[in-house]
T-cell receptor, first 116, second 114 residues
Framework: AQKVTQAQTEISVVEKEDVTLDCVYE???????LFWYKQPPSGELVFLIR??????QNEISGRYSWNFQKSTSSFNFTITASQVVDSAVYFC?????????????FGKGTRLSVIA | NAGVTQTPKFQVLKTGQSMTLQCAQD?????MSWYRQDPGMGLRLIHY???????DQGEVPNGYNVSRSTTEDFPLRLLSAAPSQTSVYFC?????????????FGQGTRLTVV
């Protein structure tokens, strides 16, 4: 079975602080994909990143960075110098590759509030 | 390019009524799925389809039916609405192999059952 755990339900930070959102996953598959999506107050789901299980390189995109560690089954997301516009619910998700891709399995999300 | 289009955006139903949530995509994606989002529960998979004529159940399929007669459309039917089906529903589509892309989501349908 596949499972994604986001233990942090809500996080509140002051603007310009750094914040890390945790994601721990479970799967028996050797080939899989990990995702992060952002859901702003307007409600749509915005794709942030996809990472496959064979690529453990960390990735940085502007103020966003992702740390993938297979040894701890974690795919954590850090926002540097947070801004009010980062306030949203963030979802981590997992899809495995078997005969084809399995549907995305989502964590319960972390609500991030950035206070000015 | 419209992407994934869901209709309606909002709907209020009475208990026992039936309705169909529409989902259409214009990207020729094989893979389509329906999720429901409830507070504190994340997105849970209802049904999915890997191509026209093929559907399968997800985590929470009870009370919902789907069919996939074309590549473009994947409607979700509520046979007899219950208050427990009050939720926000998202439709998603992606190519069959997700190696090079991500799932594209519709804007969501907010359904209230009274």
């Amino acid at each position: 079975a596949q499972k994604v755990t986001q233990a942090q339900t809500e996080i509140s930070v002051v603007e310009k602080e750094d914040v890390t959102l945790d994601c721990v996953y479970e799967t028996r598959d050797t080939t899989y994909y990990l995702f992060w999506y952002k859901q702003p107050p307007s409600g749509e789901l915005v794709f942030l990143i996809r990472r496959n299980s064979f690529d453990e390189q960390n990735e940085i995109s502007g103020r966003y960075s992702w740390n993938f560690q297979k040894s701890t089954s974690s795919f954590n997301f850090t926002i540097t110098a947070s801004q009010v516009v980062d306030s949203a619910v963030y979802f981590c998700a997992l899809s495995a590759l078997r005969s084809g891709n399995t549907p995305l399995v989502f964590g319960k999300g972390t609500r991030l509030s950035v206070i000015a | 390019n419209a992407g994934v289009t869901q209709t309606p955006k909002f709907q209020v139903l009475k208990t026992g009524q039936s309705m169909t949530l529409q989902c259409a995509q214009d990207m020729n994606h094989e893979y389509m799925s329906w999720y429901r989002q409830d507070p504190g529960m994340g997105l849970r998979l209802i049904h999915y389809s890997v191509g026209a004529g093929i559907t399968d159940q997800g985590e929470v399929p009870n009370g919902y039916n789907v069919s996939r007669s074309t590549t473009e459309d994947f409607p979700l039917r509520l046979l007899s609405a219950a208050p427990s089906q009050t939720s926000v529903y998202f439709c998603a589509s992606s190519p069959w192999g997700m190696e090079d892309t991500e799932a594209f989501f519709g804007q969501g349908t907010r359904l209230t059952v009274v």
